[in-house]
């Protein structure tokens, strides 16, 4: 990341750089050691050149009172900035490494600054709050008050929402665009690249970065192991050069293993509404775009299509099926008997209900249907295997609802094109996320389901060459 700054920059003795989210100070530490060399010529003696560089060019915000210790450990030698162990001293234990204790501004159950769940975090004063200084503030200005050549971090990526599972929200958008509220000359982050289809409160930050040609520079890892060996985040990370004075298209640097190729491209492709991340996709995607084919996102319908949560469990008291919320119990048999004669498809496996609980949508009961998991595997198949829903059943919000008809034969061969490498890769293209809603499939055109589509097929039909075909084959698992 840091190789991405110009130069010259380490041999400026007025360049200021700002860490808001500082954890270990390895940002700090790496950049100070830059300034030792780069300003040798200016100030020869080793202690005035840190005395300079540490009071003068170097500041960060912890992001807990640990960071900050570690963090003024990393860069003065010392967790106190004012003790004799310190290699420069301060007058205060900060020094240029703060830390204040923040708390959540709570409205209507949320923070108004960052969305935390009054719920999950409103907690006692021993307990860590999560409430960032940095994007705590109207004007994050304030905290130094000064101009910054450079702002860099690797910020928090998430925090809990308050919903079951690992339920969460993304935070790491709020401290780029506090970072670009300072107007450094250069901001550079890591964060995940779920930002490049949105969702999650992110699609305002997507447009607004795929719409600034300020960006300069992009490194996206579609595995983030590339990047953090052993560490597993959906989607994959990517880091970015922000330049305030030049505009320009970006240089992109894909990252695959020991691989990288890069391509000098706008980052949002006309047509198109979120970042393709390589020129392969891209290629593959103006050949079907050009046959200007209905996207299967149109068909899906998704949503409790027919009235049902997805977290639905079975309760041992009465043999109901009970929304979690409580919202809602319908009673049920696990086999079909007497009036139970509709089949309804849940998470883990399925039940049988009465027709007249079919809250929505009961007409598409009696027609075949194909049902798609709406948890895919990003970096495996990555669609969940489609099912057959035959007439006399229906589905939880587990899955999207293609209703097809009468016919059998097209829905089996709707599942048979959805397992092709060609549908998979294009929903791969699309969404970054296990959470496959149907806009995962606004890529995917619609097909003659009277017939059973094959991947050698659907190459031909949209004139893949052998360079592309082969990035589709290598990249997307066969499926069963």
Same mark, same amino acid.
């Given at each position: ?10 041999? @400026? ?49 912890? !992001? ?29 234990? @900060? ?86 509220? !300072?107007?450094?000359?250069? !901001? ?56 305030? $004075? ?12 020991? $691989? ?93 209900? /009465? ?34 829903? /035959? ?50 499939? /606004? ?11 094959? @991947? ?25």
């Amino acid at each position: 990341m840091l190789d991405m700054l110009p130069k010259k920059i380490w041999s @400026d003795p007025e360049a200021t750089f700002l860490d808001p989210s500082c954890k270990s100070g390895v940002f700090l530490r790496e950049i100070t050691k830059r300034l030792i060399e780069g300003l040798q010529d200016d100030y020869p003696v080793l202690d005035e050149r840190l005395e300079h560089i540490l009071k003068k060019q170097v500041y960060g915000v912890a !992001l807990t009172e640990l960071t900050g210790l570690l963090s003024r450990r990393s860069a003065y030698c010392s967790k106190y900035a004012n003790s004799r162990y310190s290699v420069v001293e301060f007058d205060s234990s @900060d020094g240029n490494i703060r830390y204040g204790r923040c708390e959540h501004k709570w409205l209507n159950g949320r923070c108004r600054y960052c969305g935390a769940s009054e719920k999950e975090y409103k907690r006692d004063a021993e307990l860590e709050t999560h409430a960032y200084e940095f994007i705590h503030q109207d004007n994050p200005g304030e905290l130094f008050p000064m101009k910054f050549d450079v702002v860099i971090g690797n910020p928090p990526y998430q925090l809990s929402d308050g919903g079951n599972g690992a339920s969460a929200m993304p935070i790491y958008h709020k401290f780029v665009q506090q970072g670009m509220k !300072l107007s450094p000359r250069y !901001l550079t982050m890591i964060i995940p690249a779920r930002w490049y289809a949105g969702g999650r409160g992110l699609d305002s930050f997507r447009a607004e970065m795929l719409h600034d040609d300020r960006i300069r520079e992009l490194h996206d890892y579609v595995n983030a192991s590339d990047c953090f060996p052993g560490v597993e985040i959906k989607g994959g990370v990517c880091y970015f050069l922000w330049d305030r $004075d030049h505009r320009g298209l970006c240089r992109v640097y894909s990252h695959d293993g020991n $691989d990288v190729s890069m391509d000098e491209r706008p980052l949002l492709e006309d047509g198109m509404e979120t970042f393709i991340r390589s020129s392969k996709q891209i290629s593959i995607l103006k050949k079907i775009r050009s046959m200007q084919e209905k996207p299967l996102s149109e068909e899906l319908n998704a949503g409790r299509y027919f009235g049902f949560h997805t977290r639905a469990l079975w309760n041992g008291t009465d043999g109901s099926l009970q929304t979690a919320d409580g919202s809602s119990s319908y009673p049920v048999k696990k086999n079909k008997t007497g009036a139970f004669a509709t089949k309804v498809y849940i998470a883990h496996g399925e039940c049988w209900i /009465e027709q007249k609980n079919v809250t929505r949508n009961a007409g598409d009961v009696q027609k075949y249907k194909v049902l798609i998991p709406r948890a895919g595997n990003p970096g495996g198949t990555i669609l969940g295997k489609p099912k057959l829903a /035959e007439p006399g059943s229906c589905s939880s919000n587990t899955y999207n609802v293609f209703v097809l008809g009468a016919s059998a034969s097209e829905a089996n061969n709707l599942i048979q094109y959805l397992k092709t490498r060609f549908v998979r890769y294009l929903v791969a293209t699309r969404t970054a996320t296990q959470d496959m809603a149907p806009k995962a499939f /606004e890529f995917v055109p619609v097909q003659d389901w009277s017939h059973a589509w094959t @991947d050698e097929e659907l190459f031909e039909k949209y004139g893949l060459d052998e360079s592309e075909i082969d990035d589709v084959c290598s990249s997307i698992p066969g499926m069963e």
